[in-house]
């Protein structure tokens, strides 16, 4: 799972300027120079999405 997340972010590299995402591409060179570690990248994503639904389940 690791090895595919980092070759798409890999391939989103090579693409980034093709695609004109400037905020996606900072993103993935910031993971990739933060660390060539998928799981460090997953985990933060993974923190924010639960403390999304975390609040909105309190909201609810």
């Known amino acids: 799972m690791s ?10 590299v090579l693409g980034c300027t ?3 995402k400037t905020v996606f591409c900072a993103q993935v060179v ?3 120079l933060s660390g060539q570690r998928s ?3 997953r985990k933060g994503i993974e923190k924010n999405d ?5 609040r909105h389940d309190n909201q609810g």
Do not use: H, V
């Not at 090895?3 to 989103?12: D, L, R, S, W």
């Not at 639960?50 to 975390?54: A, K, L, Q, R, V």
């Open 50 to 54: 639960n403390d999304s639904g975390e």
């Open 18 to 20: 093709g695609s004109g």
């Open 3 to 12: 090895k595919a997340i980092t070759e798409q972010g890999n391939f989103m």
């Open 30 to 32: 910031q993971a990739l």
């Open 39 to 41: 799981d460090g990248g």
